[in-house]
């Protein structure tokens, strides 16, 4: 009970009720202290609170400061973990109410084939323990109410003196419940089933009537334990939805980034290619050119005269010059 109303005053005034303003620490939402599942999107234990399926009191604090800090912070493997950790809690609570969903039309199709094989035609009466079940669950549900009337006027003693006497009828509640569970189908159940045609609820697993009145079925539809189950549906639908995005966004990516690599590789080996063509065609050029300028030069030495020696010049020159004395 004191963990309860210290738990109760951390998340009315803050862990740090107690501190000066100097000593106040910075929280961080990776500290164990705090519960995961609330760090996510909210945490099961707090949706079905004194229904059939009370998951009890949380261990870990639900602090909104943390939860903030928590959505704030950047995409982690730390997060990823406290995802995963939301999914599977939820889908195993899914995976439970889907047996109980399945167990409850078993239930009611031995209960026809029962009526049937019996040729039950006129209903039977109410026995006293469903009378007695019927009455305890007023009671637990206008209990409930005080409890929590007296929460928000502030009044805690209260509130959990409330809580403690809805408790001790709930405990008397489930003890007839199994008491009736062991002896087989009741009295009730079979006069019920003789008079109108039940089916379950494909959300919580209760047992509705069909064409039962409005004011009835929009009991059900807002009651805590059908809206808690139909909150961790879609919850778990809405979570999956967005790691179907994040890894086809993911895909994405990856693809345009392969596109631009190809893109950039193709580009460079397309300028290597021209580059080597550039080389390649200078490198062509640059033999042609020195082979015509070896031809030219091959032209030039065919057709000039070949170059006369200097002795022929004296001679030629001394022969010239006797002929003149002679004359």
């Known amino acids: 009970m004191v963990d309860v109303a210290r738990q109760l005053l951390d998340e009315l ?23 995961p599942l609330y760090l996510v999107k909210f945490c099961p234990h707090d949706l079905f609170v004194n229904t059939r399926v009370d998951l009890g009191q949380c261990s870990r604090l639900h602090d909104d400061e943390a939860k903030k800090l928590f959505e704030e912070a950047k995409p982690s493997y730390k997060k990823t973990q406290y995802e995963d950790e939301f999914l599977r809690f939820c889908t195993n609570m899914l995976i439970d109410v889907d047996r109980r969903i399945q167990k409850g039309k078993q239930r009611l199709q031995l209960m026809n084939s029962k009526l049937e094989s019996s040729n039950a035609l006129n209903p039977r009466p109410i026995n006293k323990a469903q009378e007695q079940l019927n009455t305890l669950t007023d009671k637990i549900n206008k209990l409930v109410r005080e409890a929590e009337e007296a929460g928000t006027r502030g009044d805690v003693d209260q509130a959990q003196a409330l809580m403690k006497v809805c408790d001790e009828l709930k405990e008397e509640k489930d003890q007839i419940t199994k008491t009736q569970e062991s002896m087989g189908w009741n009295a009730a159940e079979l006069a019920a089933a003789q008079e109108k045609q039940m089916e379950v609820c494909e959300v919580c697993g209760a047992f509705l009537i069909i064409g039962d009145v409005q004011q009835r079925i929009d009991d059900h539809l807002s009651g805590k334990q059908h809206l808690g189950y139909l909150q961790l549906k879609r919850a778990v639908e809405e979570l999956q939805e967005m790691r179907r995005k994040e890894r086809e966004e993911a895909r994405k990516r990856r693809e345009e980034e392969k596109r631009i690599a190809d893109k950039e590789k193709e580009r460079r080996d397309r300028d290597k290619r021209r580059s080597g063509s550039d080389r390649d065609r200078k490198s062509h050029y640059s033999r042609r050119s020195r082979s015509k300028s070896r031809d030219r030069k091959r032209s030039n030495s065919k057709y000039s005269s070949p170059p006369r020696h200097r002795s022929d010049r004296d001679r030629r020159s001394s022969h010239h010059s006797r002929r003149s004395r002679s004359r």
């Open 13 to 35: 005034m803050g862990r740090n009720r107690n501190s000066n303003p100097s000593e106040v620490k910075q929280i961080s939402w990776e500290d164990s202290i705090f519960c």
